[in-house]
């Protein structure tokens, strides 16, 4: 299941069951888990790890150095869960020693071709990126996000989960969990409501998301005065809590 003409290090380790592709190029420190497959003209290198059954389409670069000024060769890493499916011409770089050191992507996601992951970002699980998302570096983005097509998001931002946003949106803040962004820069429109819906949230909760929502962005409060009504409003309804903790670790803080 390995074309003869892939080039793979002997230090690599490659699980059974992997399929790798003509002229595909496996590095010295990475490991691929069982069921992979790995189409023609891949290349994977770094410290790279990587789960299994996931799916990687032809000519993505994964576990590359990061496009920082500052990295001076340190072994970070790249680290990719299960069941991914990362379509063509995909960057996803490893992490600084300034962070972490090490670039996250979870389970379950469907990732676009040409998506840009830069070093240090920490994508969660059942995400979906559009063709053309980018994220620079020390991005965060949640469970159940999607990007739109060409969505850019600066770096540091957080993107809450079950969020959405809109083709050609330009995030330079925190985007709160199940709230709708649009726009150059990205602004708020209500809240991911149809995504919830299909999630299995009950009509009961997905209002009481909100009235969260407005209490955050429609009832004229300051963001410390919202914050505590929303620290209330946890009482009947424990998702509004998410919100909650998001606002209360933002460092860039929220679009308005």
């Known amino acids: ?38 189409g023609p003209h891949v290349v994977i290198n770094g410290h ?14 994964l576990g590359e150095i990061p496009q920082d000024k500052k990295y001076n060769g340190e072994p970070t890493r790249l680290e990719i869960g299960d069941r991914n499916v990362i379509r063509e011409f995909c960057t996803f770089n490893c992490g600084t020693a300034q962070d972490v050191g090490v670039t996250r992507v979870g389970d379950d996601n469907w990732i676009m071709a040409y998506v840009h992951l830069a070093h240090d970002c920490q994508v969660g699980n059942h995400t979906i990126f559009a063709n053309n998302a ?21 770096q540091f931002c957080h993107v809450g989960a079950h969020t959405i946003t809109a083709v050609g949106s330009v995030v330079l803040k925190d985007i ?30 997905i209002a009481a998301i909100k009235r969260a929502y407005k209490t955050l962005y429609r009832n004229g409060l300051t963001l410390e005065e919202a914050q505590t009504a929303l620290v209330e409003q946890t009482a009947s309804c424990a998702e509004v809590g998410a919100l909650v903790d998001f606002l209360a670790h933002s460092t860039r803080g929220i679009i308005r």
């Not at 230090?11 to 992979?36: F, H, M, P, Q, T």
């Not at 790279?48 to 670069?61: L, Y």
Request: a neutral charge.
């Open 176 to 205: 709160p969990p199940y709230v709708t962004a649009a726009g150059n820069t990205a602004k708020p429109h209500g809240i991911n409501s149809e995504g919830l819906k299909r999630r299995g949230f009950s009509a009961t909760t």
């Open 134 to 154: 980018q994220l620079a570096g020390h991005v965060h983005v949640g469970d159940f996000a999607i990007l739109g097509g060409f969505t850019g998001v600066h």
């Open 1 to 38: 299941m390995i074309h003869p003409s892939a080039i793979i290090h002997p230090g690599a380790r490659i699980g059974e069951d992997v399929s790798i592709g003509a002229y595909s190029l496996i590095g010295e420190n990475v490991e691929i888990g069982a069921g992979c497959w790995i």
């Open 48 to 61: 790279t790890r990587i789960g299994t059954d996931n799916r990687i389409f032809q000519f993505s670069s």
